[in-house]
T-cell receptor, first 113, second 110 residues
Framework: EAQVTQNPRYLITVTGKKLTVTCSQN?????MSWYRQDPGLGLRQIYY???????DKGDVPEGYKVSRKEKRNFPLILESPSPNQTSLYFC????????????FGSGTRLTVV | AQSVTQLGSHVSVSEGALVLLRCNYS??????LFWYVQYPNQGLQLLLK??????LVKGINGFEAEFKKSETSFHLTKPSAHMSDAAEYFC????????FGPGTRLSVLP
């Protein structure tokens, strides 16, 4: 089944403790992206990647890192999480950046206390 | 810069009534347009998309949308609402980059 898999689904952590949210897709998509979803703010792009070893900042990159060492994986790294990073995070992938549309993962609900 | 506006953060309709969710966009290049649906505790699912060609696009679950270039609109409709349509709906535009609208929550009343 074609899908984007995120892990974990739920995570509660403490301020400053490094964490990684994994994202993997099995569709050989070139384009991958991370979004955060907050009430009243909709979906905001954090980082995106157009191909292996090619990443770029989205609208809200502060406090996040990403890497794209393999085409299928695009982990999101929070090196020193803070409470304002409490949010619902989605990974998404697309065959290209243009007219294909995204396939989304099921989301990761992160709480930083 | 591209942008997407969705009129009405919350829309309520009765079961069996027409669903109309509004989307307007701005883009400096010919856009590709999308509608996504998000059910509670789930990711976003593609409903339909417009790239080129026919301006009336049919999607899943009986939804359709019409691209009107002169009005820079891409409104989503469904002739008869069902309880299972209750969800959040996002319009998105892809021109220079991918931008989502703020979303419209659809409630369906019995």
């Amino acid at each position: 089944e074609a899908q984007v898999t995120q892990n974990p689904r739920y995570l509660i952590t403490v301020t400053g403790k490094k964490l990684t949210v994994t994202c993997s897709q099995n569709m050989n998509h070139e384009y991958m992206s991370w979004y955060r979803q907050d009430p009243g703010l909709g979906l905001r792009q954090i980082y995106y990647s157009m191909n292996v070893e090619v990443t770029d900042k989205g609208d809200v990159p502060e406090g996040y890192k990403v890497s794209r060492k393999e085409k299928r994986n695009f982990p999101l790294i929070l090196e020193s999480p803070s409470p304002n990073q409490t949010s619902l995070y989605f990974c998404a992938s697309s065959l290209s950046i243009m007219g294909d549309g995204y396939t989304f993962g099921s989301g990761t609900r992160l709480t930083v206390v | 810069a591209q942008s997407v506006t969705q009129l009405g953060s919350h829309v309520s309709v009765s079961e069996g009534a027409l669903v109309l969710l509004r989307c307007n966009y701005s883009s400096s290049v010919p856009p590709y347009l999308f509608w996504y649906v998000q059910y509670p505790n789930q990711g976003l699912q593609l409903l339909l998309k417009y790239t080129t060609g026919a301006t009336l696009v049919k999607g899943i679950n009986g939804f359709e949308a019409e691209f009107k270039k002169s009005e820079t609109s891409f409104h989503l409709t469904k002739p008869s609402a069902h309880m299972s349509d209750a969800a959040e709906y996002f319009c998105a535009v892809n021109g220079q980059n991918f931008v989502f609208g703020p979303g419209t929550r659809l409630s369906v009343l019995p």
